[in-house]
C-alpha cells in the first residue's frame, strides 16, 4: 500500500531538464566503474601472462595463448609453382639419367627433386631412382616402398619423362659415371651435356646438394618446388597411417608440437657432443666415431662444439627452452626421433617439465607399425608427416629432417616453426645453471626475444658465412629447401613472381583474395 507522500512523489512529473541530469550522472557513473575496473586489471596483470608450474630450480613465464600457437604473417605471399610463359614443356628424349640416392630419406628427397630439375636442364629421360641401402639407416626399401611412384610420374609429365626402368636394349651399355660437382649451376649441366656426344646413358652416382641454392633461372627453381612438394608425395600406406596419427593426436588435444628430438647415438657420435654423458657414454661414442670410416673427422672437442651451437640440444635443455617460451606443462608433444640415447633415463629429464608426450609407438597399434618395422626410411616419413602438420614445429638440432620440415612448412603458408638459437641458448643455460640469472622471469624474457624472429615468419634466404671464398661459400648458404622464400626483398609486386612463390591480391581489409 502507498502512503500520501510516495504517490504524490510518482504522480509528480519530471522536467526535462531533471530527466537530463539523472542520465549525465548514470553515464558518468557507468565511465567511472569502467576506468576503475580497467586500472585494476592494467595494475594486477602488467603483461598478457600467467603463473606455470615450472622445474624445481626454475620458474618461467607463460605467454598468451594466442602468441604461442598462431603462425606468423605470410605477408600477402602464397605458394606459387605454375610455369612462366618461357617454360620449353619436356618433349621424349632417348637419353637416359640414371640416379642412386644417397642418405637418409630427406636427403634422398631433396637429391631427387634436384636431378628431376637436372634431367630437365640436360633433356634427358630419368629413370625412377635407386635408393640407399647401404647407408647408416640399412633401409632395404625401394622407391615405390616410400614413395606414390604413378603420382611422382604422372605429376611430373610436363617437365621431365620419367620411366620406371631403363629399356632392354641399353641395360648392357657403357655408361657415363658421373659425380657430379656439388651445388653447381644451370651453366655446368649444359656443358654436361657434351656427355651426350659419346653416351646414351649417364648414372649419377650421388643425387645430394648437386643443384646451387641461388642464381639459378625461376623457372627451375620452381620446378624443384613442383618435384618436392607436388611429385614426392608418399605412398598410400604411410600417407593412410600418417594422416590418422595426426587425427589421433587432434583428438587427444587440439594442438601440439612436434618435436624433432635429434638425440640419437649417431648423431652424438658424428658431432662429437658429449655435454652431460657419463665418462663410458663418451668413450663409447668416440669409438664409434673411429670406427665409423665415411666420417672424417675424428678428433672433435666437446666443450668446443657446444659453445659454438654445433650440438643438438639435450632433453632436459628442450625442456627448459620450451618451458621459457611460454609452453605449459600439459601440452602435448609429439615426439619425432629415433631410439634416444640413454633411453627412458635421459627423456625423463624432458618429461620432469613436459609429461605430455607422445611417440608413433603409442599412437598406432603394432599391426599398425609392422609394415614399417626395419624400415627407417618409411618410419620417418611418418614422423615426417606428423611434423609437417603440427601446430608449431621445433628441430632440436639442424638436420636434413629439420631443414625438410622448416621449408615444407614455409612454403604451405609460413606455418610456426621455432628454431632454437642453439649458440645463445648454451651461453643462457650456463649462466642460469651458475646463478648469474637469478631472476628466471629475466630469463624467460631472453629466451623469448631472442627467438621472437625465428619463428618461421617469411625472409630472405641467408647467403654464405662472411669471409668465406671460392666453392667453400657454398656450403654454407642456406639450402634452398629449407627456405624456398623469394631472393630479395622490395620487389613485391604483381608484376613480380619468386620461386615458389607469388604476391597475393589483397583486399581492402588485408585478407587475401585468393
Given at each position: 500500500m502507498r502512503t500520501a507522500s510516495t504517490a504524490k512523489f510518482i504522480s509528480r512529473k519530471q522536467s526535462p531538464r531533471a530527466i537530463a541530469l539523472y542520465i549525465f550522472l548514470l553515464f558518468a557513473f557507468s565511465i567511472f566503474i569502467f576506468v576503475f575496473n580497467a586500472g585494476n586489471i592494467v595494475e594486477d596483470h602488467p603483461a598478457p601472462v600467467i603463473s606455470i608450474q615450472s622445474h624445481p630450480q626454475t620458474k618461467f613465464l607463460q605467454t598468451a595463448d594466442d602468441e604461442l600457437w598462431d603462425a606468423p604473417s605470410r605477408h600477402g605471399l602464397r605458394p606459387c609453382v605454375k610455369p612462366t610463359s618461357r617454360y620449353k614443356a619436356a618433349h621424349g628424349s632417348d637419353r637416359y639419367l640414371t640416379v642412386k640416392s644417397n642418405g637418409g630419406l630427406n636427403q634422398m628427397r631433396t637429391g631427387i627433386s634436384d636431378m628431376v630439375a637436372v634431367a630437365h636442364i640436360m633433356n634427358a629421360t630419368l629413370v625412377i631412382p635407386q635408393l640407399d641401402r647401404?647407408?647408416?639407416?640399412?633401409?632395404?626399401?625401394?622407391?615405390?616402398?616410400?614413395?606414390?611412384?604413378?603420382?611422382?610420374?604422372?605429376?611430373?609429365?610436363?617437365?621431365?619423362r620419367i620411366v620406371?626402368?631403363?629399356?632392354?636394349?641399353?641395360e648392357l651399355v657403357p655408361r657415363a659415371r658421373k659425380h657430379f660437382t656439388s651445388w653447381s649451376s644451370m651453366g655446368y649441366y649444359k656443358e654436361m651435356m657434351q656427355l651426350w656426344n659419346d653416351h646414351q646413358v649417364i648414372h649419377v652416382a650421388k643425387s645430394d646438394s648437386r643443384l646451387a641454392n641461388n642464381d639459378l633461372p625461376l623457372d627451375i627453381q620452381r620446378l624443384r618446388c613442383r618435384a618436392l612438394y607436388h611429385a614426392l608425395r608418399f605412398s598410400p600406406p604411410i600417407e593412410s597411417l600418417g594422416k590418422k596419427l595426426v587425427d589421433r593426436l587432434r583428438m587427444r588435444s587440439?594442438?601440439?608440437?612436434?618435436?624433432?628430438?635429434?638425440?640419437?647415438?649417431?648423431?652424438?657420435?658424428?658431432?662429437?657432443?658429449?655435454?652431460?654423458?657419463?665418462?663410458?657414454?663418451s668413450e663409447e661414442l668416440r669409438i664409434m666415431r673411429e670406427n665409423t670410416k665415411h666420417w672424417k673427422v675424428k678428433d672433435i672437442n666437446s666443450t668446443e662444439q657446444r659453445i659454438g651451437g654445433f650440438c643438438p640440444l639435450t632433453p632436459k635443455e628442450v625442456g627448459i627452452f620450451l618451458q621459457a617460451i611460454g609452453y605449459p606443462p600439459s601440452t602435448l608433444i609429439y615426439v619425432a626421433s629415433g631410439e634416444i640415447y640413454g633411453g627412458d633415463a635421459r627423456l625423463s629429464e624432458l618429461m620432469s617439465f613436459f609429461p605430455n608426450l607422445v611417440f608413433k609407438e603409442k599412437l598406432a597399434t603394432k599391426e599398425e607399425l609392422n609394415a614399417f618395422a626395419k624400415h627407417a626410411s618409411q618410419s620417418a616419413a611418418l614422423d615426417y608427416i606428423v611434423s609437417l602438420e603440427s601446430n608449431v614445429f621445433v628441430p632440436s638440432y639442424s638436420g636434413n629432417m629439420a631443414r625438410a620440415v622448416e621449408g615444407h612448412r614455409r612454403f604451405l603458408g609460413h606455418r610456426k616453426t621455432i628454431t632454437p638459437d642453439r649458440k645463445g641458448l648454451v651461453r643462457l643455460f650456463d649462466e642460469l645453471e651458475s646463478g648469474q640469472l637469478r631472476e628466471t622471469s629475466s630469463f624467460s624474457d631472453l629466451v623469448q626475444q631472442m627467438h621472437k624472429n625465428r619463428q618461421g615468419a617469411p625472409r630472405k634466404r641467408k647467403g654464405p658465412s662472411p669471409g668465406i671464398k671460392g666453392k667453400a661459400r657454398f656450403r654454407t648458404e642456406e639450402s634452398f629447401y629449407e627456405n624456398p622464400y623469394p631472393d630479395g626483398y622490395g620487389m613485391l609486386n604483381r608484376d613480380v613472381r619468386f620461386p615458389g612463390y607469388e604476391l597475393q591480391a589483397m583486399s581492402v581489409h588485408g585478407a587475401a583474395a585468393i
Open positions: 647401404r647407408s647408416f639407416w640399412q633401409d632395404s626399401s625401394i622407391f615405390s616402398d616410400i614413395f606414390d611412384e604413378l603420382h611422382f610420374i604422372t605429376t611430373l609429365q610436363g617437365d621431365v620406371r626402368e631403363l629399356p632392354k636394349e641399353l587440439g594442438k601440439y608440437i612436434a618435436l624433432h628430438l635429434r638425440y640419437e647415438k649417431d648423431m652424438l657420435a658424428f658431432t662429437g657432443c658429449t655435454s652431460g654423458l657419463t665418462d663410458a657414454e
